[in-house]
């Protein structure tokens, strides 16, 4: 996503005079803006002897009694054109100015709309040490209140998604590595409910037990990587973001029938999706032999075309539909304290798409552990994910362990391995 703010440079005004200009100022009077020149006293353009009208050059008259530009025998001169350039080049530059202290503020707008939380604060025990200074990894968990399979109460629902994303210190590229919800791995004694946890279950349990911070601890434990942000989103309230796009793009992989009413019939190939359809492609998984992996990989699509969509729609380069979209995004996220959209949207602005590689962390596939379906993790490969991840060499890992990118160009993460999109 790119904001461009108010330049506050040059560039941001030229008020050269067009025109012949009077032959008592002559050409040396062009100005333009801000590289108007900035002469002593007595001398140059603004404070040379005027001319008495000739070609040629000649002293002031003396001035009559009462000051002003009125002398004795002449007519009343003009305003000089260079002063009027100046002080339009003046106005021009502070008029950017204050477009950009427009900017700042609508930034902090933005920002001041986020609903916040402080998702470490109850992290009991030591947490990873901050390895690579410039690198970012946020913590991205995905609720879905509005999803019909959701009978939780408020305080009971379970996280179904939960990606981490890391950025390296270049700002050039983002790795999104979702870690399957029934990822079976240990979770910490909760501080919340200290009945629950140290012990090994379903990940999707640490956000039920101990909500977000019991889920940070648990992944931080899992991967030995240190979170910097945490983000949880509302992918109900995505409804609006999309719409707010005016719908995105999704290529459906099979003929399906939704399970939800009203039971819409999604057709194989590429589909325009408003909000509400978008959302519920992107839930199914039933009616797919890899199960909540083909959910994962439909969110994940789902948020390339968004960002594909604010991109090549105009939306960040059109104030009202910039804005639409920005305040769609505030109602459907929660993050921590310290997070600033506007930072965000202003650091990885040249970001688009094709710089996203998506990803699954290494597992070997479902198994019956004590009755329940779990996925069982792949230690051996993992840990050398998340050391690449923690010490910021994923393009070193990506380059011996992304596969190319499918013909077909849209993002495949399987079971077992890694998918980079096209």
């Not at 067009?18 to 006293?41: C, E, F, K, M, Q």
Request: hydrophobic letters at 35%; one cysteine or more; proline letters at 7%.
């Amino acid at each position: 996503m790119s904001i461009t703010p108010a330049s506050s440079g040059p560039s941001s005004g030229r008020a050269s005079v067009p025109g012949a200009l009077p032959p008592t100022v002559g050409a040396r009077a062009r100005v333009s803006g801000a590289n108007a020149p900035t002469s002593p006293a007595g001398a140059g353009v603004y404070g040379r002897p005027a001319s008495t009208g000739g070609s040629g050059g000649g002293s002031v008259p003396p001035r009559r009694p009462g000051g002003g530009n009125d002398y004795p025998g002449r007519k009343k001169i003009r305003p000089r054109w260079g002063r009027i350039a100046l002080v339009a080049g003046c106005a021009i530059v502070a008029l950017a100015i204050l477009a950009g202290i427009g900017g700042v503020a609508y930034y902090k707008y933005v920002d001041s709309g986020l609903q916040r939380e402080d998702p470490f604060a109850d992290i009991t025990g030591g947490r990873p040490a901050k390895v690579a200074d410039g690198a970012l990894n946020i913590l991205l968990l995905g609720s879905d209140s509005r999803d019909p399979d959701n009978k939780g109460k408020a305080g009971e629902w379970r996280t179904d998604t939960m990606i981490m994303l890391h950025i390296p210190k270049s700002h050039d590229h983002a790795y999104l590595v979702s870690m399957p919800r029934d990822l079976y791995v240990h979770i910490p004694k909760s501080k919340a409910n200290p009945q629950y946890g140290n012990t090994n279950a379903k990940l999707n349990a640490s956000f039920s037990w101990g909500g977000t911070p019991l889920t940070v601890q648990t992944i931080e434990e899992y991967t030995n990587v240190r979170m910097d942000h945490v983000l949880l989103i509302d992918f109900g309230g995505f409804k609006q973001v999309i719409d707010a796009l005016g719908g995105i793009e999704m290529n459906v992989e099979k003929d399906i029938t939704s399970i939800h009413p009203p039971k819409r019939q999604f057709k194989k190939g590429m589909n325009h999706f408003d909000g509400d359809q978008a959302l519920d492609y992107a839930r199914q998984r039933y009616q797919y032999a890899d199960g909540d992996f083909a959910r994962m990989r439909h969110q994940q699509e789902m948020m390339k075309a968004i960002l594909d969509k604010a991109v090549s729609s105009g939306t960040v380069t059109n104030p009202g539909k910039l804005n639409s979209f920005l305040k769609a995004i505030t109602k459907a996220m929660t993050v921590d304290k310290d997070f600033s959209l506007a930072d965000m949207a202003l650091q990885f602005r040249n970001l688009r798409s094709d710089d996203l590689t998506f990803l699954v962390s290494p597992n070997d596939g479902s198994k019956k552990i004590n009755g329940e379906d779990v996925i069982v993790p792949a230690k051996e490969k993992a840990s050398v994910l998340y050391d690449a991840m923690r010490n910021d060499k994923m393009a070193d890992w990506a380059a011996t362990n992304v596969p190319k990118p499918a013909s077909s160009g849209s993002a495949q993460p399987s079971t077992k391995a890694s998918t980079k999109t096209k």
